[in-house]
Structure formats: C-alpha cells, structure tokens
C-alpha cells in the first residue's frame, strides 16, 4: 500500500464539519470508483502534535502509484463532477502539503544481500 499524506490546516471560519462533508464527497467519489483503496481523516487531540503539520491529516491508501496516478489524473483534468468535488475540499484548507510513504518492510525485499 501507498499512503498519500496531506496536512491541513481549515481556513478562518470554516466549520469542521463542512470539511467532513467536503471531504467525504471528494474522496469518497473517488474511493466509488476504485481509484483510491480507502481514506482516513485524522485531527490533532489536546492540541499535540507538531504545529507545522496542520491540525488535520488526511490519509488516502492506494494500491500502488498506478492508482495513485490515476487518482491525480481523475483530478487534473479539472471536469465535473470531480472538480467541484475536488474544489469544495480545497476552498477551506490553508496551509496545505503532503508526503508519500508506503509500507514497510517492501514485501518485494531480499534480506541478506544488501552491500550497505
């Protein structure tokens, strides 16, 4: 599995459960169509955690960076009905950045022969 990782702050105003609702419709179009595997939304509890990484983490799973791929095609071709969708999640976060990770060990990975 590849976990897409973006860190948001909401932008002043904005309810946090219009960004569940604005979240849910997003991702989860994309998750109908079977171009994520699932998605978790995570927020910061007592106020800790690392300021710098926003007070919500969102969590998309993907098979692999094929579906991933997919997934960033669906959203930059910038067309209805995933763009309004995609917009109404992106009009109330400030703050935004992500990172990619996967799991590890890789099921894939030899043991025993590395050279470092």
């Known amino acids: 599995?590849?976990?897409?990782?973006?860190?948001?702050d909401l932008k002043p105003g904005v309810r946090d459960h219009q960004f569940?609702?604005?979240?849910?419709?997003?991702?989860?179009?994309?998750?109908?169509?079977?171009?994520?595997e699932s998605w978790r939304l995570l927020r910061r509890k007592l106020g800790l955690g690392i300021a710098?990484?926003?007070?919500?983490?969102?969590?998309?799973?993907?098979r692999?960076?094929?579906q991933l791929d997919a997934a960033f095609v669906a959203a930059s071709r910038r067309d209805e009905p995933v763009e309004n969708a995609h917009y109404g999640v992106n009009s109330l976060v400030a703050n935004f950045q992500a990172g990619l990770y996967r799991d590890f060990p890789d099921s894939h990975r030899r043991h025993g022969e590395e050279r470092f």
């Open 1 to 8: 599995m590849d976990v897409y990782q973006i860190s948001v």
């Open 64 to 66: 692999d960076l094929a």
């Open 20 to 36: 569940v609702t604005a979240l849910d419709s997003y991702l989860g179009g994309l998750k109908a169509e079977g171009r994520i």
């Open 52 to 62: 710098a990484l926003g007070e919500f983490q969102v969590l998309i799973e993907t």
